[in-house]
Nanobody, 128 residues
Framework: QVQLVESGGGLVQAGGSLRLSCAAS????????VAWFRQAPGKEREFVAA?????????YADSAKGRFTISRDSAKNAVVYLQMNSLRPEDTASYYC????????????????????WGQGTQVTVSS
């Protein structure tokens, strides 16, 4: 069983930056696919970014391209980051980390059902 713990959320002004972390307890992320999703109040959960750690392929939602970067900690292969720059009020949401123990097909990286493990979420609030 993999437990995922997110951290790094908080309150930031528009234009600011935050770095979210997703840590796996009990194991490393070797060859996993790891994604970030977010959910704002009253809205459906939406895909933000994903990485396939076996080949380091990444995929981003259009809203995240050019502003967010997903990466892994090369020293500790049990942490995946989401660097968020140029934050906007519409980025306000709870952000969730999800993981699958293998390579998700690239075209399905944004599908929540592809992931077996989920964290509890971390809140990001961007003020205008």
């Amino acid at each position: 069983q993999v437990q995922l713990v997110e951290s790094g959320g908080g309150l930031v002004q528009a234009g600011g930056s935050l770095r979210l972390s997703c840590a796996a307890s009990g194991r490393t992320f070797d060859r996993y696919s790891v994604a970030w999703f977010r959910q704002a109040p009253g809205k459906e959960r939406e895909f933000v970014a994903a990485i396939r750690l076996a080949d380091r392929n990444t995929r981003y939602a259009d809203s995240a391209k050019g502003r967010f970067t997903i990466s892994r900690d090369s020293a500790k292969n049990a942490v995946v980051y989401l660097q968020m720059n140029s934050l906007r009020p519409e980025d306000t949401a709870s952000y969730y980390c999800a993981a699958h123990p293998g390579g998700v097909i690239y075209g399905l990286l944004g599908v929540p059902g592809q992931y077996d493990y989920w964290g509890q979420g971390t809140q990001v609030t961007v003020s205008s």
